[in-house]
């Protein structure tokens, strides 16, 4: 798979076809990967995909390689499925054109959720990671563990929807269709069954934990206003301290702005230092959006955002008749 | 709390229901006066933002009022609202947030009988849950 990829790209830069192509390289710790910018066939050899590729490259287009972009130039992003949708979403939100962009899509197996992985290794260090056939391997001093891939994944990979990109121009291998999950509903059908003081404590008991570090929204690929409404400080809408109130108003607020955005990659999660269950919101909020407005986001970047967008004949049973 | 009213925010669009509210006082219609009321140019203007700021300042119930679909001042501004409030209400319920605190509506300028109906049903649905505690900055449960 990853011949077959580096090759693609080499072929690509060789050709002109794209100046630069943004994917994943090997990175210092054994569990992360960090993101990589080729721009000479040479270098393609760089190039790696596994279940350390948390990194969504989608992102760079719009900042890093912006400039690049906004030339004509093409950029090649090499894209699993949630960082496809990140990208239909911007060229939908008019942050790159669709014209300027070769999706080359990798068929995803999940990510690590390294939390996971440190946990089951016992607080020894890991330096050196492998994976091979569903199985990932783990080695450091005193350590040397195998487990099954679904043990050390993502929650939010777990329940993915749509593993591979949807939309692509090339695709590394065969692209599985999206399919629907029934744990995300079950998990939000159950929330709405407890009573509305019970939810409410639940909420309370999950936001307290919050220490305000914006690591959700500092990484969230949806995220990218020039000034958040949180940094504001004329007027300032909402106090700066983990006080429980404006800590529920910041992600309450910060839900309702990637509702029908947020593409459930599940970094958020993942950047979060206190564990928090994020996606619950999200999830709710992206029901609604696709029961409401029919709109799942990030599927067809010619589609109007559904925040963005209206119908003169919606349902309208939640105004006071 | 025997003599509790409750402190409703009413946040009106300047074209349709603020003139509403404004028949129904030249008109003289008798409505409870646990509304506050705040003008904005268009139901579109409002940001979830507000509503939720006004719940933490201690306000009982929020409303929010606008030009009947189709009648919008700036033609589509209540349609682009309705979308945010049609995913904002759902959310807020969710969380356990009583469905009656935050409420929509539309009324016309000339809908002054209406404008006092809404507010009184809305006064009356937070007397019925009592004062605000969830959300509310400075509460200690």
Known sequence: ?????????????????????IGWEKGSQPLSSTPVFIDSPEEADRLVFDSTCGNNPAVYSTKDARRLVKAGKKVGVVVKGCDARSLSLYVAEKQVKRDNIVIIGVPCR??????????????REVLEYSEQDGKITVRGKDLDLTFDAKDVLSASCLACIYPDAKEYDIFIGEARDGKPNKEQNAAIDEFEKLSSEERWKRMEEIYSKCIRCYACRNVCPSCYCNECFVD?????WIGKTPEITDTM?????????????????GACERACPMGLDLLLLNRKAAREVEERFGYVTGIDSGEKPAMADFREDEKQNFIMG | MKDWQPKILAILCNWCSYAGADLAGVSRIQYPPNIRVVRIP???RVDPLFIMKSLQSGFDGVLVSGCHPGDCHYLSGNYVARRRFAILKPLLEFIGIEPERVQFSWISAGEGERFAEVMTKVTNDVKKIGPAKRLVKGVQK
């Open chain 1, 249 to 265: 108003i910041f992600h309450i607020i910060r839900n309702l702005h990637v509702a029908g955005r947020c593409v459930e990659c």
């Open chain 1, 110 to 123: 999940g990510v690590l959720d390294s939390d996971k992985v440190e946990e089951l290794a016992g607080g």
């Open chain 1, 1 to 21: 798979m990853i011949e077959e990829l580096r090759e693609k790209v080499k072929k690509l830069l060789a050709g002109g076809d794209v100046e630069l192509v």
């Open chain 1, 232 to 236: 504001q400080n004329d007027p300032q």
């Open chain 2, 42 to 44: 268009c139901s579109g």
